[in-house]
C-alpha cells in the first residue's frame, strides 16, 4: 500500500476519470511536434504514470490548420495507449496574421491589436479547440498564465486600452471571458476546459483572481491550473490554488515544487488543491509517478532546479532535456 494515497486516488471529472492526480504540465519542447521526438517524449511520461499530460503550449493560428493538427494524433493516441489523459494548452503568441507583433497595449517591439483583431483571435481559439478535439485530445487550456497573451489583458499595468478590453476589471477580464466561452461553445460537454491563470500578476492581486475563477467557472471552465510566477514564493506553492480553490467549485491545480510526493500528498489531504502538477520533475524522470507508487521513491532521478537543459534550452531553441538524466528527450531512439 503506498503510503501516497491520496495522489494515487483517480479523480472522477464526468466524461472521464484520472487515474491518479498527477498533471505533467505543458513545457515547451522545442520538438518536432509531429515527429517521433515529440510523440515518445509524451508516451513516456504516460507510461510512467501521470494520469493527466497538458500539451505543451501550441499556437492557435497553427492549430486552426486541420493538417497541423492532423500531425498531434499520434502523440494523443500514444498517450491515451499508456492509460492517461491527454488535454493540450492552446494559446496566442502576439502576432498578427503577417506576422507583426501585436500585444494588448502597445510597447517596444509591438503595437497595440484593434478590437477586430481580438474577435479574430477569439475566433481562432475556438477553431483551434475543436481542432484538437478532432484530433482526439481529452480536453483544451487556453493559456491565460505567465504574462502571455491573455494574461496581459488581466494586468492593469499592461492594458491601457480604453475599449471594451481594458479599464475597470470586468473588462480587464473580458478578453479571458470571451475566449472562454467561445471555446466552451466550439466543443461537445464532454470536452475537458482548463484554464491556467497566474493568480497575482504586475498590478492584480489574489481577490480579483478570485472573482475571475469564478466567472471562469459560470463560462464552463472544467479544471483550474492556477499557476503562479516563477518568483512568486517558495516552493512548493501550495497557497496560490488554496487562495483560488476557496472561491470555486471545479478542481484546482496546484502548480510549483510537487515532485517532492510527501508535498504533493499533503496538498491534497488538506484539501488546498485536487490535483498536482509535476513539470521539471518529469522532464528529470518520465518514470517518477510510477516509481513512488510502487515505493521506488529512491530510484527517482530527482530535478535539481538547475534549469540548464530545460528552461536553458527552451532559451535557446534546442529541444529539453536534464542534466540529470541523459536519456530525457532521447525517448524516440530507444523507441526507434
Ligand atoms: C522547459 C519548460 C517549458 C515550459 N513551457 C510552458 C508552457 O508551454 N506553458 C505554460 O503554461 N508553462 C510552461 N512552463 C511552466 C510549467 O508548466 C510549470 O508551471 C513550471 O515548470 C513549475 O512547475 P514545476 O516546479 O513542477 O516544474 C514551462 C516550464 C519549463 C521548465
Request: charged fraction near 25%; proline fraction near 6%.
Amino acid at each position: 500500500m503506498t503510503q501516497h494515497a491520496r495522489l494515487f486516488s483517480p479523480l472522477d471529472l464526468g466524461p472521464l476519470t484520472l487515474r491518479n492526480r498527477i498533471v505533467m504540465p505543458p513545457m515547451v519542447t522545442c520538438m518536432e511536434p509531429a515527429g517521433d521526438q515529440a510523440v515518445e517524449w509524451y508516451r513516456a511520461r504516460a507510461r510512467g504514470g501521470a494520469g493527466l499530460i497538458i500539451r505543451e503550449a501550441t499556437p492557435i493560428r497553427r492549430l486552426a490548420d486541420p493538417d497541423f493538427a492532423e500531425g498531434l494524433r499520434r502523440t494523443v493516441e500514444a498517450v491515451h495507449a499508456e492509460g492517461a489523459a491527454i488535454a493540450i494548452q492552446i494559446f496566442e503568441r502576439g502576432h498578427d496574421a503577417e506576422g507583426e507583433a501585436i500585444w494588448v497595449s502597445e510597447r517596444p517591439g509591438a503595437r497595440e491589436a484593434t478590437e477586430a483583431e481580438l474577435r479574430e483571435v477569439i475566433e481562432l481559439y475556438a477553431r483551434a479547440a475543436a481542432e484538437c478535439r478532432r484530433v482526439g485530445f481529452d480536453g483544451v487550456e487556453p493559456h491565460g498564465a505567465h504574462g502571455f497573451f491573455l494574461n496581459q489583458f488581466f494586468s492593469p499595468k499592461h492594458n491601457r486600452r480604453t475599449d471594451a478590453f481594458g479599464g475597470a476589471p470586468e473588462r480587464r477580464a473580458a478578453m479571458g471571458l470571451q475566449v472562454t466561452r467561445a471555446v466552451r461553445a466550439a466543443v461537445d460537454d464532454d470536452c475537458l476546459l482548463l484554464y491556467r491563470h497566474t493568480p497575482v500578476g504586475e498590478g492584480y492581486g489574489a481577490e480579483e483572481s478570485r472573482t475571475f475563477a469564478r466567472e471562469l467557472e459560470a463560462a464552463g471552465v472544467n479544471v483550474l491550473d492556477v499557476s503562479p510566477s516563477s518568483g512568486s514564493s517558495e516552493l512548493p506553492r501550495a497557497h496560490w490554488a488554496e487562495e483560488m480553490k476557496a472561491a470555486v467549485n471545479i478542481p484546482v491545480i496546484a502548480v510549483g515544487g510537487f515532485d517532492d510526493p510527501d508535498a504533493a500528498e499533503h496538498v491534497l489531504e488538506t484539501g488546498r488543491a485536487d490535483l498536482v502538477a509535476i513539470g521539471r520533475g518529469l522532464i528529470a524522470d518520465a518514470d517518477l509517478p510510477n516509481k513512488v507508487r510502487d515505493g521506488r521513491r529512491d530510484e527517482v532521478m530527482a530535478c535539481i532546479l538547475c534549469n540548464e537543459k530545460c528552461y536553458g534550452n527552451l532559451t535557446r531553441g534546442e529541444p529539453i532535456g536534464c542534466t540529470q538524466n541523459p536519456a530525457s528527450g532521447c525517448e524516440f531512439q530507444v523507441a526507434g
